[in-house]
Nanobody
């Protein structure tokens, strides 16, 4: 079981940027596809991006496409979510989750997988 830890959240103004990190220790992350999710108060959890273990395949929800970029550095066991042009509606708790990639058929068409491990989340607040 992976222990995932998100970091990098904070309070920013509309139009600014943040970079979230998702790290794990004790295991290598390169065998896992990683997804980024967010949940705003009173709303359902939304899958916003995911990346394959190699980093070659990615997918973005329409709500973040063109503004957010997912990447990974497997040497550092870290997956990143670069968030640019942030909007107040991006305010949420952001989570990363991992799924053992040999167990799934990862495509760039969606991020809907049975994720095994989840982080505790990091708060992102965007003021107008």
């Amino acid at each position: 079981q992976l222990q995932l830890v998100e970091s990098g959240g904070g309070l920013v103004q509309s139009g600014e940027s943040l970079r979230l990190s998702c790290t794990t220790s004790g295991s290598t992350l390169d065998a896992y596809a990683v997804g980024w999710f967010r949940q705003a108060p009173g709303k359902e959890r939304e899958g916003i991006s995911c990346i394959s273990g190699s980093g070659r395949l990615t997918h973005y929800a329409d709500s973040v496409k063109g503004r957010f970029t997912v990447s990974r550095d497997n040497a550092k066991n870290t997956v990143y979510l670069q968030m640019n042009s942030l909007k107040p509606e991006d305010t949420a708790v952001y989570y990363c989750a991992a799924v053992f990639q040999p167990r799934i058929d990862f495509t760039s068409d969606h991020c809907v997988y049975d994720y095994d491990d989840w982080g505790q989340g990091t708060q992102v607040t965007v003021s107008s």
